[in-house]
């Protein structure tokens, strides 16, 4: 496991952008993913993107695809998540997480089960 800490939310109008950050206390080889989920009020926690940390490969979810962005830094302890075209449904706790287990993310990129380490989470916030 890594320590993860997220920075980035806030709150934003509809159609607005912001960009989430999200550092690893250090890069190890048992780290094969990383990515963010949203946990809004009453709502169970779920898969927003994912990314490879080898090779790039990104997933997202249907809710988030082509508005939100992930990516890595140069040094790949980095992840950031580019979220545009803001929407009120994408308020949420914004919670990065971190995995190695290949055979759980090729059953659920989307499952919190897939991932080992999280984040404190950032508040994002979107008024209509």
């Known amino acids: 496991q890594v320590q993860l800490v997220e920075s980035g939310g806030g709150s934003v109008q509809a159609g607005g952008s912001l960009r989430l950050s999200c550092t690893a206390s250090?890069?190890?080889?048992?780290?094969?993913?990383m990515g963010w989920f949203r946990q809004a009020p009453g709502k169970e926690r779920e898969g927003v993107a994912t990314i490879w940390t080898t090779g790039g490969s990104t997933y997202y979810s249907d809710s988030v695809k082509g508005r939100f962005t992930i990516s890595q830094g140069n040094t790949k302890n980095t992840l950031y998540l580019q979220m545009n075209s803001l929407k009120p449904e994408d308020t949420a706790m914004y919670y990065c997480?971190?995995?190695?287990?290949?055979?759980?993310?090729?059953?659920?990129?989307?499952?919190?089960?897939?991932?080992?380490?999280w984040g404190q989470g950032t508040q994002v916030t979107v008024s209509s």
């Open positions: 997480a971190a995995g190695g287990d290949f055979w759980e993310f090729r059953r659920s990129w989307a499952s919190p089960a897939s991932y080992n380490s």
């Open positions: 250090a890069y190890t080889s048992s780290i094969y993913y």
